[in-house]
């Protein structure tokens, strides 16, 4: 009994450290909170590329903008960087595997007064198994490209989220 008591009250103790720490929900009320409002305010600039509008289409996904009647606040504004390169090199001089890697450098534009608001940079990368069939391993470099353009994106929002959430906190 002294154990379950001593429990609770470890727990009741916890959970009171917890409620004052300080920690606040990014996306507290949804879509009508100040981060989903702001996000809907970005304007997402054309990407130059396939990887550009792979990008370019997650990122309007994700930031919910875009929405007719609706004038942008800021403008996102990215340069895309995408390598392919082969390594692992097997006994016959073949490329056994590949790495696709992403990297987005991107600035968010307050477009009232001009100013940058965020300069920042995200990336990431896939490795790719180079098989006997030429076509499986452009589908697999096609698909990497896919994933990396999804995972860019949601770095990139992230990032923003949190910079809005930083202006927009009173």
């Known amino acids: 009994m002294k154990r379950s008591a001593a429990l609770a009250g470890a727990l009741m103790l916890s959970v009171a ?69 082969g390594f692992a090199l097997l006994s016959d001089d073949t490329i056994g595997r590949e790495r696709r890697t992403l990297r987005a450098r991107y600035q968010l534009v307050d477009l009232s007064s001009g100013d940058v608001v965020l300069d920042a940079t995200a990336g990431s990368d896939a490795g790719i198994d180079v098989v006997s069939s030429d076509y499986a391993t452009i589908a697999a470099e096609q698909t990497a490209l896919e994933n990396l353009s999804k995972d860019v994106a949601s770095r990139i929002v992230t990032s923003v989220a949190l910079r809005l959430r930083g202006n927009t906190a009173q």
């Open 17 to 85: 450290m917890l409620s004052g720490c300080g920690l606040k929900p990014m996306y507290a009320g949804g879509g009508k909170g100040a981060v989903a409002r702001g996000l809907s305010d970005v304007q997402v600039s054309a990407i130059e590329g396939r990887a550009g509008w792979l990008v370019r289409n997650a990122l309007v996904d994700q930031l919910g903008s875009g929405q007719a009647g609706v004038t942008p606040r800021y403008r996102l504004d990215v340069r895309l960087d995408d390598k392919l390169e």
